[in-house]
């Protein structure tokens, strides 16, 4: 196929700015290389680049669970998606429209998602015999035609950052490290990225070894110079991503990870409460301890505990004396958590629980993204344990749940599941800056009468037990994991009692129904054909992909679940409105189950266990195929 | 919070809830509860500013039984979640209790962190080398050849010294005593409180029901004086009836071995003096075992250091200093941002 005939953006018409730029709607673009070569780095900085541009955007880092896996292997290898547009995204984009692939194992594992007659920026200087072979290709992908549906560019980026730092103090492999920066400066001149973010970023990241950063930033203005100099292929050429029209406002790029830590500490300081952050390192969920540590004059304790248990053990003992308890982990970190999450349930401590979901079960696949601790976190404690749990559709959500989390938590003396994921906390996206004013305050009030006090006494209207911490005179009292008498708190084995106190325990996790908003419909009518229900970090692929038949004039709605427990009062009255309920999810059908389960309703799986986020294409297909069944 | 001291002094009852104890009669606990209440009541201790942190087993029901705040916790846990409190309020008097089961078997991690990070707690391990609430199984510091339900033809495995062990773990603060032995546990317990960081009681306690008179050997009354030592800082290490027994180092060897003052040309000159602030020494006056050696009681081992929740409180003011907290609205700003107008 000749190239120029293919491909999304060959099609487009090709509108021009004033300074000769190609206009694009949208565009995505794909770094991929080896996990030392740089490529969360590059994309980190061409995203920041890009906000600051003005353009809505949408990213996913990928990347092996190995530091430093085996240079020049498929396994080893690392990429970074960033979309941007200048109107509303809401995923990373389904394929790539660029690919830049830093070696031939990075161009083996992504080269099939490019889109047909895409642009591939290749590093030539990698292209080695030795690396194509260990790549698996038995022949030369450049030379044997495999790629001759795309607009190839061949560039020894090696060779050129080696020239492009000459005459500065560092050793080859230093200088051989920049080729990224050089990389980037090559993409920022294709899309008219400001490189000064990145300088001031280089700048102040090597501050003590400016040798280092004179390199980088060498390498950053020489790939940007070679774009504007260079005799490219004339398919290739530069183009625009006018602003997006957003809100107006203040905009920062932000990732799951920081809102969610901004989120508890506005939600912390609502409630009146200093946080107490008891953690152990697990991948993806560490970056929130890192997050926590930094913020030290807000009175935030951190404590790296010895294990997932004392993580969670600690947190809820600073509950008791009076902090908010918070502890984060993964799948599997939260499953060491159960049994003190059982006693969190019982003792009636507030806790808050960051699950950062990656893909399981056991170890799973660590740095890939899944949502399928929904059993877990609903289900999964011994004993009838019920406990809140609410889910984030995107970054900026994050900074919501977290302070509702908080709210739910302290109003009703709960443990709280938040369910984050993988995704989410590594994926940036703009954020409209909040003002935490506009967050109602919840202040905490601790118990202090001592007349008829005991630890299990109830507030009349939410079932949440009083409060009362160590240091108030005269409410001295013992709580513990051993079932509780409703009327004193006192040690009980009564049968009745038992049974009473589990019915309250539920009852109370149940009336936060009637503090969270009725379910409304995302996009689309509430009736009809077809409900496409979701929650998590698939909200924006299935709103785009449901947008798109409902604009074919196909009778779909999205409903997205953001409080997975207690459901909203009105969901199943919702749901019943539909002929056909479709649930998406990245696991094997958890949250279908419970809406089965719950309200008797013919919901169906979309199960996607690929570690991958759905892509809106096979949603929409998948929507299409079902609404004909 | 301030530490106040109570108007009027509280006496040993004062401390003791109104919970029915629920301990087999004739239980070494019973022993345990009335020296903390005593040590409580020496020491003016405020009930409200006092926390009891347990995990699970019979020793863990301690919590119940005192008019103080109380957390029963989970199996092996009590030291975590005791951290997380006494970091929450560093103002707060926390006190751990567990059996050897709880914190050198299924919370033997937690009760390493607890001590190695010298957070200020009192960490009260009472030993009956037996699980006495699961029904008699062999625990972590059962002898070799313990006959129980799970090793009716003895058990194989080797025991840990919890002494031992908490001083590996860097404990600045190791002490021992006997459940009974109410000369020397409520004066101990006391500078156990004193001391500012993690403190390591062993209790050597009777389980009247699955282990009786495991400590016999050197706890009877004919044994004692024969069977243990009391460690002294700055005394010599002198033990018997008499006293006319002592430790001291075998010339050329790194061991202790006991001698008899006016046998063999030993004067009281050649008897060891305790020093409280070395550790070799600790772990050798530790590991003593009958019948051989005695036990050794008393402060093994103190040697003061930085507790980790001053140290953190310490870093919070320091950061605070320098850079104070602005408001969240202004935090979120900081960075690269832009405006949408």
Redesign the interface.
């Known amino acids: 196929m000749p190239t120029n005939l293919i491909g999304t953006m060959a099609t487009q018409l090709k509108e021009t700015d004033e300074s000769g730029r190609e206009i694009l709607d949208s565009v995505v673009i794909r770094f991929a290389g080896d996990s030392g070569d740089g490529m969360q780095l590059t994309g980190t900085q061409f995203t920041?680049s890009t906000?600051?541009m003005?353009n809505d955007l949408s990213t996913f880092p990928d990347f092996p669970a190995e530091i430093r896996a085996p240079v020049g292997t498929t396994y080893g290898v690392s990429a970074f998606q960033i979309n941007f547009a200048s109107h509303a995204i809401k995923t990373p984009g389904d394929a790539p429209d660029v690919l830049v692939a830093m070696n031939p194992a990075a161009l083996k594992v992504h080269l099939k998602d490019l889109v047909p007659g895409g642009t591939l920026i290749i590093n030539l200087g990698a292209f080695n015999d030795h690396n194509i072979e260990k790549a698996g290709y038995t022949a030369n992908p450049l030379e044997d035609g495999t790629l001759d549906s795309y607009r190839l560019l061949e560039i020894d980026i090696s060779k050129l950052t080696l020239a492009a730092v000459e005459g500065i103090d560092v050793t080859q492999k230093e200088a051989l490290r920049a080729k990224n920066l050089w990389t980037l400066g090559l993409m920022c001149w294709m899309y008219d990225r400001d490189r000064q973010?990145t300088i001031d970023w280089l700048n102040q990241r090597f501050g003590k070894l400016p040798h280092i950063a004179e390199a980088n930033i060498a390498a950053l203005n020489a790939g940007h110079a070679f774009g504007e100099t260079a005799e490219l292929p004339s398919e290739v050429s530069t183009y625009v991503v006018p602003?997006a029209k957003?809100?107006?406002?203040?905009?920062?790029?932000v990732t799951g990870v920081e809102t969610t830590c901004?989120g508890l500490?506005?939600g912390a300081?609502k409630a009146g409460l200093?946080i107490?952050f008891?953690s152990y390192p697990i991948t993806p969920a560490s970056p929130l301890l890192h997050s926590l540590s930094n913020l030290?004059?807000?009175?935030v304790?951190t404590?790296q505990?010895?294990?997932e248990?004392?993580a969670v053990?600690?947190?809820?003992?600073?509950?008791?004396?009076?902090?908010l308890?918070v502890t984060s982990s993964s799948g599997p970190g939260v499953a060491l958590k159960s049994?003190?999450l059982?006693?969190a349930v019982v003792?009636e401590l507030p806790l808050i629980v960051v699950n950062f979901q990656r893909a399981g079960p056991s170890t799973g696949m660590p740095t890939k993204t899944e949502q399928s601790d929904l059993y877990q976190s609903v289900f999964g404690r011994n004993g009838d344990t019920p406990m809140p749990v609410i889910a984030a559709s995107t970054a900026s959500d994050c900074y919501d749940c977290a302070i509702e989390a908080v709210r739910l938590a302290t109003k009703y003396m709960t443990p709280v599941m938040f369910l984050n994921e993988g995704f989410l906390a590594n994926a940036a996206e703009p954020w409209k800056?909040?003002?935490?004013?506009d967050v109602e305050p919840f202040p905490v009030e601790f118990a202090s009468e001592t007349e008829g006090f005991h630890p299990y006494l109830r507030d009349e209207k939410t079932l949440g037990r009083n409060w009362a911490?160590?240091?108030?005179?005269?409410?001295?009292?013992?709580?513990?994991?051993?079932e509780k008498d409703y009327d004193s708190g006192?040690?009980s084995y009564d049968s009745d009692n038992h049974h009473k106190m589990t019915k309250v325990r539920d009852q109370k996790v149940l009336n936060i129904a009637d503090d969270i908003p009725e379910q409304d419909v995302v996009s689309g009518n509430k009736s009809g054909k077809m409900a496409v229900v979701g929650w998590g970090s698939t909200y924006g692929a299935i709103e785009q992909a449901t947008l798109r038949c409902q604009e074919d004039g196909l009778d779909v709605s999205h409903i997205h679940i953001r409080y997975i427990w207690p459901l909203a009062r009105n969901l199943g009255e919702l749901l019943k409105g539909f002929d056909k309920i479709l649930v998406p999810e990245m696991n094997n059908g958890q949250l279908v189950t419970l809406l089965r389960s719950e309200y008797l309703v013919p919901a169906e799986s979309l199960a996607q266990i690929t570690g991958q986020p759905f892509k809106v294409a096979d949603l929409e297909r998948e929507i299409r195929t079902r609404l004909e069944d | 919070?301030n530490v106040q001291s109570p108007p009027e002094a509280l006496k040993p009852n004062d401390y003791a809830?109104d919970?029915e104890v629920r301990w087999c009669p004739g239980c070494g606990d019973y022993a345990i509860v009335k020296a903390v209440q005593r040590s409580l009541a020496n020491m003016g201790a405020d009930?409200?500013?006092?926390?009891f942190?347990?995990g699970?087993g019979c020793a863990a029901r301690f919590?119940?039984y005192?008019?103080?705040?109380?957390?029963?916790?989970?199996h092996g846990?009590a030291?975590?979640?005791?951290?997380?409190?006494?970091?929450?309020?560093p103002?707060?008097d926390v006190w751990v209790i567990g059996g050897d089961g709880d914190m050198l078997s299924i919370g033997g991690?937690?009760t390493?962190?607890v001590l190695r990070r010298n957070i200020d707690v009192q960490v009260l391990l009472f030993n009956n080398e037996i699980y006495g609430l699961t029904k008699g199984q062999y625990s972590p510091t059962s002898k070799v050849g313990t006959r129980s339900p799970s090793t009716p033809a003895g058990s194989v495995d080797s025991p840990v010294s919890a002494c031992v062990y908490a001083l590996g773990c860097n404990a600045r603060f190791v002490a021992r005593s006997v459940d009974t032995n109410q000369k020397v546990l409520p004066g101990l317990l006391q500078e156990a409180k004193e001391n500012k960081g993690a403190s390591f009681v062993e209790i050597l306690q009777n389980c009247i029901v699955y282990n009786d008179g495991v400590y016999s050997s050197f706890t009877d009354k004919a044994n004692a004086a024969d069977g243990q030592i009391l460690c002294e800082h700055g005394k010599p290490l002198l033990f018997g009836k008499e006293n006319e027994k002592g430790l001291r180092m075998t010339a050329g060897k790194m061991e202790l071995e006991v001698v008899t003052i006016g046998e063999n040309g030993v004067t009281e000159d050649d008897i060891l003096i305790h020093d409280e602030t070395n550790r070799p020494l600790a772990l050798m006056l530790a590991g003593m075992q009958p019948p051989n050696f005695p036990v050794a009681m008393g402060v093994i081992f103190r040697d003061p250091g930085p507790s980790y929740d001053e140290a953190?409180y310490d870093?919070?003011a320091e950061?605070?200093e320098k850079?104070?907290?602005i408001?969240?609205?202004e935090?979120?700003?900081k960075?690269?941002?832009?405006?949408?107008?």
């Open positions: 920041q906000a600051l003005g973010p602003k957003v809100e107006p406002g203040i905009y920062r790029a901004w500490l506005t300081q200093n107490f008891g030290k004059q807000y009175g304790v404590f505990a010895e294990d248990i004392s053990c600690s947190a809820l003992g600073a509950s008791y004396a009076g902090s308890g049994e003190a059982g006693l003792t800056l909040p003002d935490t004013d911490i160590p240091g108030t005179e005269g409410l001295e009292h013992r709580i513990g994991g051993i006192n040690i | 919070m809830s919970q009930p409200k500013n006092t926390v942190v347990s699970i919590p119940y005192m008019a103080t705040y109380g957390f029963h916790t989970i846990r030291p975590a979640v005791a951290s997380g409190v006494k970091l929450a309020n103002d707060l991690n937690h390493l962190h953190v870093q919070i950061v605070n850079s104070p907290a408001p969240i609205n935090l979120m700003h960075g690269k941002t832009w405006t949408v107008v």
